[in-house]
């Protein structure tokens, strides 16, 4: 298979990153490594806006040491992009001949609209959102989008950041309340000249970046949160201003001990964690929703997408579980017949479902359970169950909301009610007794549907109807060749859906004839 290795080299106000993606000619991807140097380039520019000697020499200083790391691993193609501290730079054209002569490295500086753009389609190609608005904060300017329908509709630069507006509203080691207030107001008034943000309507605020990262993970930690992963990860505005309140109230050398908060943003996050609130605040959104991805993300979208001749995914999730596919070796047409047993099976008792349960959202728990059913196999087949709750609640799976991959974490490894309950006792905050009954009910049609394939040969031709006798409910299943392994196992793991609906159930299988 065709392999290569991609480079991106963000170079940011604040920090100047480094990743390295292996890619396939199937499109699919894996992030091999992911380093990064604070730099802090945005202070280093002069009253005439030209980075200074320090500056520049700290700049090849850090690109040097990334060549020689790509050197080492082979990298085929390098994509080298400059935000604000670059953009702003009035040298920025001897800079880049400078880093082209000196080290071979073609820095291609972005425009606003380029820098918004590559945020915006990092956000659509990996989350499920359809209409939103994005918020990137660099350490020099902040980027924000609002895309509707998956279309990217206005997008706009203001020309501040963490840094800039740290450095100008923030005399000593901490801020004052007047000051912070005026950071508000500072930034209440850039975002009124911007008529659009208040047109657009969306309950969806998406942060970008690190300054949104920490902000989300000091969350996660105040809450102890269980669930592994921070792309997808939702706040509610009221969340969003209270997390905010801590770190104004905190000294710095506080906030540098707290769990969640890099050292090296300790002193820009207060002025940061302000821009995001009262942006939602000004948008009137109601959630705010952490994105992993960014900038760099959505210049390798853009390469891997550029053979398609698009820019984005069709469905976000399906590409999700393409690539758990490849790393987990699923077996494609596997799924797609559980999937159609499972389907079949809920259709025959869904109205013995203990709890009320949207059918839509049934049917899409059984599809997106059934891609990953059992996966923790791939570990280990004696513990394949508590494997896969395992992976799936430590992993991010780009298009399901948290919520979303709890649920599916919880059918697609449903073992019995006892295991169920043992593995989302951490998780008790988080789901409700009524969510657990409908996944033990899920899961139990799950269980039943993966024991009718038990052997991998599709036997199975076609479900009966549901028939009531005296006594229990009697189904019919039709099968060629010989199934008696199947017919053990269904009859063995029946008991689990006879425990949630309440109801005997007698399986009756016939030989299918044409």
């Not at 997390?243 to 002193?267: I, P, Y």
Request: glycine share 6%; net charge negative.
């Amino acid at each position: 298979m065709n392999m290569k290795r991609f480079a991106i080299i963000d170079i940011g106000s604040n920090s100047i990153r480094l990743v390295i993606t292996e890619l396939d000619s199937q499109g699919r991807f894996k992030e091999l490594h992911n380093v990064k140097k604070v730099a802090r380039l945005s202070t280093h520019l002069n009253e005439a806006d030209e980075l200074t000697e320090t500056g520049i020499n700290r700049l090849i200083e850090i690109l040097l040491s990334f060549k020689e790391m790509m050197n080492f691993h082979g990298v085929a193609q390098i994509a080298t992009v400059g935000t604000q501290a670059l953009r702003q730079a009035e040298n920025q054209q001897a800079i880049v001949e400078l880093i082209s002569d000196m080290l071979g490295i073609d820095i291609r500086i972005l425009s606003e609209y380029e820098e918004a753009y590559y945020g915006y389609l990092a956000v659509v190609n990996s989350t499920a959102i359809e209409t939103g608005f994005t918020i990137d904060i660099g350490g020099g300017s902040t980027e924000v989008t609002y895309f509707e329908n998956r279309e990217l509709k206005y997008y706009h630069s203001f020309p501040f950041g963490a840094i800039t507006l740290q450095s100008e509203f923030i005399k000593g080691e901490e801020a004052s309340k007047d000051e912070l207030e005026s950071i508000k107001e500072y930034v209440l008034g850039q975002f009124r000249e911007l008529p659009w943000l208040k047109d657009c309507k969306s309950q969806h605020v998406i942060g970008i970046g690190g300054s949104a990262r920490n902000v989300s993970l000091v969350h996660q930690h105040q809450l102890e949160y269980p669930l592994g992963g921070l792309h997808q990860y939702e706040m509610s505005a009221e969340e969003l201003q209270d997390t905010q309140a801590l770190l104004s109230h905190l000294s710095l050398s506080e906030r540098q001990s707290l769990d969640g908060l890099s050292k090296d943003r300790a002193d820009i996050i207060v002025p940061a964690a302000i821009v995001i609130t009262t942006f939602l605040e000004y948008t009137e959104a109601d959630t705010f929703v952490m994105s992993r991805r960014g900038l760099r993300d959505g210049l390798l979208y853009e390469e891997m997408l550029r053979p398609m001749e698009t820019d984005r995914f069709p469905i976000v999730v399906e590409e999700s579980f393409h690539q758990l596919s490849h790393d987990y070796d699923i077996n494609l047409i596997h799924v797609t017949y559980i999937t159609t047993l499972a389907s079949k099976l809920y259709h025959l008792f869904k109205d013995f479902c203990p709890v009320d349960l949207e059918e839509s959202e049934a049917l899409t728990l059984l599809k997106y359970s059934a891609k990953v059913l059992y996966i923790g196999e791939f570990i280990n087949k004696e513990a394949s169950s508590q494997n896969t709750f395992y992976l799936l609640t430590n992993m991010t799976v780009d298009g399901l909301s948290h919520k979303e991959r709890l649920a599916t974490a919880c059918i697609s490894s449903f073992k019995s009610k006892s295991a169920l309950t043992r593995y989302t006792h951490p998780y008790k905050k988080l789901v409700t007794k009524k969510q657990l009954k409908s996944y033990e009910f899920l899961g139990s049609l799950m269980k039943l549907a993966y024991s009718l394939n038990k052997t991998g040969r599709h036997l199975i031709c076609e479900l009966g109807e549901l028939k009531k006798d005296s006594s229990s409910y009697e189904l019919t299943i039709y099968y060629k060749h010989d199934c008696s392994f199947e017919q053990e196992y269904a009859i063995k793991h029946k008991k689990h859906l006879e425990r949630v609906i309440n109801e005997n159930i007698k399986l009756e299988f016939v030989p299918f004839e044409l």
